[in-house]
């Protein structure tokens, strides 16, 4: 299939904002939904709704196996060893939260726990509140001077046998990568249990849990041109044993009584209450469309189109380019020199280019790039020419704009 038969997969890529065509660069904070996605989740809510796992009925028994064949679909997606090992969440957010709360019995007052700096929010602040529950110390894995993580530096940090290294397979900032099988190996060498937040990569390149070799991996649907709502931990399977509940109720025991509980067995055991059906279905839409569309072509259309972003506006002398190299993934970062990022944003939305300024849930980051906040234009498999020359044309306009003298 050609690119633009993709593209026409996306009804809301066909949208207009006042005499301009929608430019959806954001795809970073969520992705468009393909047709497929949003058709699946009408068809459960019209022919197929009823709860799961209490089926005495055909209707429910028909939902189970809807959302227990995406378990096996995400077993082949991530190259998993087992369905047990996939615990669907309600996001990358969630997924970390129920990790860090589950190691909590895990750790002791000093226990290091390294953190990526360039990490987001969902991948640093669990850690900090683990480190409060049991005195454990979080500290950051530096930067080099290209952003992108310091081996050197690493290494010299995981001589103190960390307990726990989290870092991000793709910064959702700047867009670079980490190489997580050789930094995961390197943790593991060192004890450490490794957790890598995968929820920039997951769409954009091919994640094999069992190559990469971490403990945990981590993702969203949303960012995977499936819905909000649900997402993955993926966890080896004695990994996950270990885990204490975070979310305690239903769905997740054995027994109940008064004089006490016992928890039922994975993948249940850390998915308490009713789960996203609906959401998971959707989900499992964006993996077949996944599985259709996304291969070695997919993936050097997306690359060639972040290098035209990325040369396009190299070519400005009034933009400053943050940690931009030719084998990132998803994202490039930039400011326009001696203006505010979110007047940059607004100037482009007025020419109905959507991208992301601020701190993008990495204030860390910011801080280490001396920055209040930034610009951050993002694609996906659906994004064309068209929209880069769109988006350059409008920061060239927005830019003449600035520089008229009032
Ligand atoms: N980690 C990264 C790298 C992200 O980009 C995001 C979403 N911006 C998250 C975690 C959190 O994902 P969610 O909001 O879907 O829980």
């Keep these: 299939m050609n690119h633009a038969a993709i593209r026409a997969q996306f009804p809301l890529l066909t949208l207009c904002q006042g005499d301009y065509p929608l430019c959806y660069l954001d795809t970073a904070a969520t992705a468009q939904k393909p047709e497929c996605v949003i058709a699946a989740m ?58 860090a709360y589950g190691l909590t019995p895990h750790l002791t007052a000093g226990d290091v726990i390294l953190v990526d700096s360039a990490a987001h929010h969902a991948n640093l602040v669990p850690w900090q509140q683990l480190a409060l529950r049991t005195g454990a110390i979080v500290e950051p894995i530096a930067l080099d ?9 690493f290494k010299s940090q995981l001589a103190r046998n960390p307990k726990l290294v989290a870092l991000s397979h793709v910064s959702n900032v700047l867009g670079t990568v980490n190489d997580v099988a050789q930094l995961c190996q390197l943790a ?59 979310l305690t109720g239903g769905e997740m025991i054995k027994t109940v009584s008064f ?63 943050y940690g931009a190299h030719s084998d990132n993934c998803g994202a490039v970062a930039f400011n326009v020199r001696g203006e505010h990022h979110q007047d940059i944003g607004a100037l482009l939305d007025q020419q109905g280019v959507a991208i992301r300024c601020g ?48």
Aim: aromatic share 6%; proline share 3%; net charge negative.
């Design 259 to 321: 004089s006490g509980t016992t928890f039922g067995a994975l993948p249940h055991r850390l998915e308490a209450g009713t789960p996203p059906i609906a959401e998971i279905i959707g989900l499992g839409a964006a993996l077949e469309f996944l599985k259709q569309h996304a291969n070695n072509d997919s993936h050097a259309h997306e690359q060639h189109m972040l290098q035209l972003l990325q040369q396009g506006l190299a070519q400005l002398p009034e933009i400053e380019l």
């Design 42 to 99: 009408d068809n459960y809510y019209r022919q197929q709704n009823a709860n799961v796992h209490r089926g005495s009925y055909q209707l429910s028994a028909s939902a189970t196996s809807a959302v227990e064949a995406v378990r096996d679909q995400l077993v082949s997606f991530i190259n998993a060893c087992a369905r047990q090992e996939i615990i669907f969440t309600h996001g990358t957010t969630e997924s970390l939260n129920l990790l």
């Design 188 to 246: 593991k060498h060192a004890g450490a249990i490794t957790v890598v937040d995968g929820a920039q990569a997951i769409a954009h390149l091919n994640v094999d849990v069992q190559t990469i070799g971490c403990d945990f991996y981590a993702f969203s649907g949303h960012k995977m041109y499936g819905p909000t709502g649900v997402g993955v931990l993926w966890g080896k399977l004695s990994e996950l044993e270990q885990l204490t509940p975070m």
């Design 145 to 153: 001077s290209q952003q992108r993580l310091n081996i050197e530096a």
């Design 359 to 406: 701190h993008h849930c990495a204030m860390p980051l910011m801080e280490l790039l001396q920055l209040s906040g930034c610009c951050r234009a993002s694609i996906g498999i659906y994004t064309n020419e068209q929209d880069i020359q769109q988006f350059l044309a409008a920061l060239k306009q927005a830019l003449e704009l600035l520089n008229e003298d009032f």
